[in-house]
């Protein structure tokens, strides 16, 4: 398996027209961009199942749901990834959508034959978010580039389940 460094992008204005309209908001107020160079090949939705699970784990359960209030799925289903619903998807990107009464958010995962990326749309739809977030986007841009680089290898390895939760 080839595996290079992430390359990253932070800010709406920055990323290319082509990755800002996989987000379904209607406005963005916080975007950034991870790009792995790697060819472990997956589908898109096996890429975010590996990525976060069929369920959240325990620290994403209390940054998703403890610090940003989103509204999770309980239940492993083939509509969700990790709790996240999963809100659109075509051959190479698949789009996942939650929120919370003061933000709402899309993770934008992206497959290709040479990279796999992650992008993180939020929108702040009250003041809270503006506390909560930038804090939080700090420890998010450091870890992200390891969750990619452990689903490439991971996929590499072919631990990836060929079959989703049933619906």
């Known amino acids: 398996m080839s595996v290079g460094a992430a390359v990253s992008t932070v800010g709406a204005e920055r990323l290319p027209a082509t990755v800002r ?7 963005i107020d916080y975007a950034d961009h991870f790009v792995l160079p790697t060819n472990a ?5 096996q890429w975010a ?29 083939a509509d969700t ?3 996240w619903q999963i809100g659109e ?3 190479e990107w698949i789009r996942l959508e939650a929120r919370s009464w003061f933000v709402a958010a899309n993770l934008v995962v992206q ?3 040479d990279s796999v990326a992650l992008g993180t749309f939020l929108r702040y ?4 978010a503006l506390l909560v977030w930038p804090p939080l986007s700090v420890l998010h841009r450091r870890l992200v ?14 631990k990836v389940r060929s079959k989703v939760p049933s619906r």
């Open 111 to 113: 497959a290709t034959s």
């Open 21 to 27: 309209t996989l987000s379904s908001l209607s406005r």
């Open 89 to 91: 998807q075509g051959d």
């Open 41 to 45: 090949a997956a589908t898109v939705e």
């Open 49 to 77: 199942r590996v990525m976060f699970g069929d369920t959240p784990d325990v620290i994403e359960l209390f940054v998703w749901r403890g610090l940003l209030g989103l509204r999770l799925s309980r239940t492993a289903s």
């Open 145 to 158: 580039p390891g969750v990619l680089r452990k689903a490439a290898t991971r996929i590499a390895a072919g």
């Open 81 to 83: 990834v990790a709790g």
């Open 125 to 128: 739809d009250h003041w809270p």
